[in-house]
């Protein structure tokens, strides 16, 4: 039965947030997952442990309500109200020294010119028009 319970807890998860917000918590230890509504703060435990292999300290869990939304079924018929579906969030602390690697960005190798070198490339074809009409 417990092999029930661990193949339940994986769809639970949703996905990672990577929000300005998210990414100021990350300073903290502190990651921010989307979670399914029925996910309790343990299973939300054992799950990032066990699929990032780090421990968790802390699980504080929110919801928030979905946004109210208008439409309307037609030129003549009543406009009506309808609301877009509750979110949960689990926001997971790690002990000193864990991280996760799904928040990381690779690093990125500029081989852009610099803006100096762009704009004496496009001065001396610019220089090549003016004396074409010069010799006509």
């Given amino acids: 039965m417990a ?3 661990d193949t339940n807890i994986n769809l639970h998860i949703l996905e990672p947030r990577a929000t300005e917000k998210t990414y100021l ?3 903290k230890r502190t990651y921010v997952f989307e979670v399914k509504r ?3 703060k343990q299973e939300v435990a054992k799950l990032v442990e066990k699929e990032f292999n780090v421990t968790v300290t802390d699980v504080r869990t929110l919801i928030r309500n979905g946004k109210k939304t208008k439409y309307s079924k037609g030129k003549h018929a009543y406009p009506g109200i309808t609301y877009r579906k509750d979110r949960k969030f689990a926001y997971v602390t790690l002990k000193d020294g864990d991280s996760i690697r799904v928040f990381e960005e690779p690093a990125k190798e500029e081989t ?3 803006a100096k070198e762009a704009k004496a490339e496009k001065k001396p074809a610019k220089a ?3 004396a074409g009409k010069e010799n006509k």
């Fill in 128 to 130: 090549d028009k003016n």
């Fill in 25 to 27: 918590e990350q300073t």
């Fill in 38 to 40: 029925d996910t309790s």
């Fill in 112 to 114: 852009k010119t610099s």
């Fill in 3 to 5: 092999a029930n319970k």
